[in-house]
């Protein structure tokens, strides 16, 4: 594990394959299935022609004017000759089951991938008012296509990540993203305040320090149970802890990893926000046998409200992410 890990995201441009999905996103009504996103090489031009979103969904975004980090990741479907295909890109509530791929240039699925922390693909679902988050482990059939078990509760319109390393020579790592709509009445939820402090199955989980546009900051997340430090986290993917931020509007997704340090009761982690803005941090963590996920709405630079000052409140029961294998 690498000390001080400062997570690079990718370029990306956003009016090309979410116009459709802002309508949907901060609307009142039925949801159905999303529109075909971009792919290909309209997906790699809008990448190319622009440094940073085009738009805002949900809550409002991200503030365009705020001082730039690097660029962030999970905006296209497409990226790097690699798409990410959803075969079931509209879901009805509850439980189901999810397939996708991820083909290369060539139309092909990708079937040989690197291992990163224990697997070859991490799969996020998370909906588009980021009340709903979901940390799924999918499993690769011998011909590129994946599948998972997912549990949705409600109606909605949300976003698929795929975070991965293909195997081929060169390669580099790819976050790709695609609209996924859950059909029904759907009326987007407010952005959960700031806090630094999330409850948890019994867990508390405080958060410090700072997310900061544009340079690299450290978030420290201790966590406690009944008033004591845990002191025996049990490594989880690799580590003592597991963080994915999520910008508020365009969804840019952040994948953060470890500091080096003990099993708790502190995991640190060193990040750079894309931009100035309101992020949701989601972190997983393992104990006797679990995993559990704490949520947090943050602020990086001006005009977002930081949880450091916030009092501390619990976590909404959908923030408890799916951890299924």
Known sequence: MNTGVKITVFAAALAATFGTAYGVGVGVGPVGAPAKPAHGAHAAQ???GSGGSAGSEGHGGHDGAAAQGPAAGGLQVSEGGYTLSLETPAIAAG?????????????????DYKTEHG????FIVASRDLTVYRHLH????????WSAPVDLPAAGAYKAFADFAPAAP???????GADLSV?????????????NTAEVDGYQVALGGTLDPGKPGELKLTVSKGGKPVTDLEPYLGAYGHL????????????????????????????TAPSAGTYRLFLDFQHEGKVRTAAFTVGAGGGAKSAAAAPAAPAA???????SH
């Open 46 to 48: 809008a990448s190319a």
């Open 95 to 111: 439980q189901g089951e999810l397939r996708f791929s991820v083909t290369d240039a060539q139309g092909r699925k990708v079937t």
């Open 119 to 122: 697997k070859e693909l991490h």
């Open 138 to 145: 999918p499993v690769r059939a011998q011909d590129g296509t």
């Open 170 to 176: 060169g390669a580099k790592n790819v976050t790709l």
């Open 183 to 195: 059909p029904g009445a759907y009326a987007p939820a407010p952005m959960p305040p700031a806090v």
């Open 244 to 271: 994915v931020a999520l910008r508020d509007g365009d969804l840019a997704y952040l994948h953060v990893h470890p500091n080096e340090g003990g099993p708790g009761p502190d995991v640190s982690f060193t990040a």
């Open 317 to 323: 029961p959908e923030e408890q992410g799916d951890h």
